[in-house]
């Protein structure tokens, strides 16, 4: 298949995660439900989340065993499955086949969409900011059905770019990730991703996350210790330290890790954290979550008095290109000339170039504040191409997975691990 050179047309739906605050309340339409709504809508979202979960444990792990990622990983998989829910809408055919069997869809096209609503409705609720947008082309046609969607059920806005001059409309597009995301994502769209001529669409989104713990840690507390990475090196790192205490911890284990939770302060996110028990690994780690055993672990945690040892890291990702990863879990037709996005402007010349990725984390005494972006690129197809003692000891020593996932729900939106918390 030939390829354009970097730039022509381009459709990119971009995912910020970073602030969640509190979150306790639901809804499946844009207008507030009853407490007896409420409760009932939230079921069908958490039926609906073995969808987000699923792919987000399929695509961790197809990033995760590239031999190009060996240092700390982190992403939105929340922001991932959504830039590819919205493409999704404008698939026909096996391409949009393909791409349901990717994420995992189960329902029909309507109560998907329904259910994305949900969710989007759900994190704007008290202190979450989220946010869509679709920047065409001045003059590009967009189907109206497709807008109609967009601005449904992802409430997208729709702003006309002046794509002749790549410059000021990649400004104009990045001003608004930097916005929405408190300035902790820059330059997702490059100039040179923008085709002068052949550019017609780009579509975005947003979500900010900034959680203060439940209980935080005390700064005093917080000391030089050593950490060991996969490769052996041992290293001093700044970990924080919250032992000896009264407060109780959602907690369980398996013969291959320890799973803890550290939730947020007033809000439904928590992070969970993955670590491996002596003579298992990371990898032995994600080899074993899927979206029944998430679950499951999640079921079968009990509180009890933990010693807690946890670093501080912050994690600036590159921009990763989801492509390889996409196509090896099944939907290599959307990124071919065979592609078929006619639900998007009523003609099968587009397809998927790139899929792109940028995330940052950083956790500390107070919290965490994350940020993450995605992007699809759409150009035209012609013109180119357990403890001994009575209190467990959770001592994040050593490489670990983590989540943050809004916990009413069970929805992951944030996914990573760490490595070397000094990279």
């Not at 992070?271 to 029944?292: A, C, H, Q, R, W």
């Amino acid at each position: 298949m030939k390829f354009l050179s970097i730039g022509a047309l381009v459709a990119i739906a971009v995912i910020i995660g970073a602030s969640f605050y509190v979150v306790t309340n639901f809804d499946s339409e844009i207008a507030q439900p009853s407490n007896s709504e409420e409760s009932s809508n939230v079921g069908s979202i958490v039926d609906f989340n073995d969808s987000v979960n699923g792919f987000a444990f399929d695509i961790y792990r197809e990033m995760y065993n590239d031999p190009n990622n060996s240092g700390n990983i982190f992403i939105s998989p929340y922001s991932i499955f959504t830039a590819l829910a919205m493409t999704y809408e404008g698939a026909r055919n096996i391409t949009a086949e393909e791409m349901r069997n990717v994420l995992n869809i189960e329902q029909d096209n309507g109560s998907f969409h329904k259910y994305m609503q949900g969710l989007y409705s759900l994190f704007n609720k008290n202190n979450v900011s989220t946010a869509n947008a679709l920047w065409p082309r001045i003059g590009f046609h967009l189907l109206q059905s497709y807008v109609n969607i967009i601005e449904t059920y992802y409430g997208g806005r729709v702003s006309e770019v002046d794509y002749s001059n790549p410059e000021k409309a990649a400004d104009i597009i990045n001003s608004w990730v930097e916005n929405k995301t408190n300035n902790l994502i820059h330059d997702l769209v490059p100039p040179n991703a923008i085709d002068p001529d052949l550019t017609m669409l780009i579509l975005t989104n947003a979500i900010y996350f900034k959680g203060i713990w439940k209980i935080q840690f005390d700064d005093d507390n917080t000391t030089d210790r050593t950490f060991t990475t996969s490769s052996g090196k041992k290293i001093n790192v700044s970990t924080m330290c919250l032992t000896n205490t009264k407060n109780l911890f959602n907690y369980t284990e398996t013969s291959k890790m320890q799973i803890l939770e550290l939730p947020y302060s007033d809000s439904n996110i928590s992070m969970l954290i993955f670590l491996p028990k002596k003579g298992y690994t990371v990898s032995d780690v994600i080899d074993y979550l899927n979206k029944e055993t998430f679950s499951n672990l999640i079921n079968s945690m009990s509180e009890e008095k933990v010693d807690i040892y946890l670093p501080k890291f912050e994690i600036k990702t590159p921009l990763y290109t989801l492509n390889d990863y996409l196509i090896d879990l099944g939907m290599p037709t959307a990124f071919s000339d065979n592609a078929d996005f006619s639900g998007i402007d009523g003609a099968k010349d587009l397809y998927i170039s790139k899929v792109l990725h940028k995330a940052f984390i950083e956790v500390n005494e107070e919290g965490t504040e994350a940020a993450a972006a995605t992007a699809v690129i759409m150009p035209l197809k012609y013109g180119g191409g357990s403890s001994s003692s009575s209190r467990i000891i959770f001592d994040c020593n050593h490489p670990f997975l983590f989540v943050i996932y809004h916990k009413k729900t069970n929805t992951i939106l944030f996914m990573g691990n760490v490595n070397d918390p000094s990279e």
